[in-house]
Nanobody, 120 residues
């Protein structure tokens, strides 16, 4: 599976962005699509994930209530809607296929990343 992430950009605090991830190749029903992010000088961290077959979602604490992960199976595309963005949300956002499911904590196939910058 190859993944292509898009939708990043520069936004002011309190604003919104929508990231997209298009997959070429099949995502198995028992796999999940997830989003991770990496801030400068920090480790990559989990943001949110979604089980491909059912659409069940799982969020990190900082994403719960502000971010929404979704998918369109017909287009083989996943999205991450991010609202009420904060400067600490700045980083490179990666989409990934998680073969271990929504709570595996790691990705197995990765997209190239898209930069999100939130100004204060």
């Amino acid at each position: 599976v190859q993944l292509q992430a898009s939708g990043g950009g520069l936004v002011q605090a309190g604003g919104s962005l929508r990231l997209s991830c298009t997959a070429s190749g099949e995502i198995w029903d028992n796999h999940a699509m997830g989003w991770f992010r990496q801030a400068p000088g920090k480790d990559r961290q989990f943001v949110a994930s979604l089980l491909w077959y059912t659409g069940w979602t799982y969020y990190s604490d900082f994403a719960e209530g502000r971010f929404t992960i979704s998918r369109d199976k017909s287009k083989n595309t996943g999205s991450l809607q991010m609202n009420n963005l904060k400067p600490e949300d700045t980083g490179i956002y990666y989409c990934a296929v998680m073969k271990g499911g929504t709570r595996s904590g790691h990705g197995d196939y990765w997209g190239q990343g898209t930069q999100v910058t939130v100004s204060s």
